[in-house]
């Protein structure tokens, strides 16, 4: 799902949902089509989060049921590498988030914002029909 890469930036709104076993993501003008995989669990982010593993003190948070709320050990982390975590985030949860599509029978809408000031991230997700939750959030 690399491709994914390419089109996910800050402050896009990302509107996935499933047609006919298909996952379609959509930001912007570009649409990107996926199959539809039978792993829907809540992804473990550790491996998403090891390349960036350091000695400074960060928080990460979720409001998704399974997931770790903790305090972990990164590198400093620039803009980029900023962007490069929500596209590995968002790569690591499409199937759980397909699978919410497909239960719910709705759009899901991620959002991604980047506060320079206070170096973090929030990403939100939810269906359009509905509130939004934190997918995954990471500050100083």
């Known amino acids: 799902m690399n ?3 390419d089109i996910i930036d800050f402050d896009e709104y ?4 499933v047609i006919n076993n298909v996952i379609n993501i959509k930001v912007g003008d570009t649409e990107v089509v996926l199959p539809l995989t039978s792993n829907s669990n809540v992804p473990l982010l550790f491996d998403v989060l090891e390349p960036y593993l350091g ?7 979720s409001d998704i049921e399974g997931s770790d709320n903790k305090r972990v050990l990164l590198r400093c982390i620039s803009k980029e590498d900023y962007l490069n975590l929500s596209r590995a985030v968002i790569n690591s949860y499409v199937p759980y988030l397909a699978m919410v599509a497909c239960d719910m029978d709705d759009t899901v809408l ?3 914002t980047y506060h320079a000031k206070n170096e973090s991230m929030v990403i939100h ?3 359009m029909s509905d509130l939004q939750v934190v997918l995954f959030e990471i500050h100083r």
Do not use: H, K, Q, V
Not at 56 to 61: A, L, V
């Open 3 to 5: 491709i994914l890469r």
């Open 14 to 17: 990302i509107y996935l949902n």
């Open 55 to 61: 000695d400074t003190p960060y928080y990460e948070s």
């Open 110 to 112: 991620i959002r991604i």
């Open 125 to 127: 997700a939810g269906l």
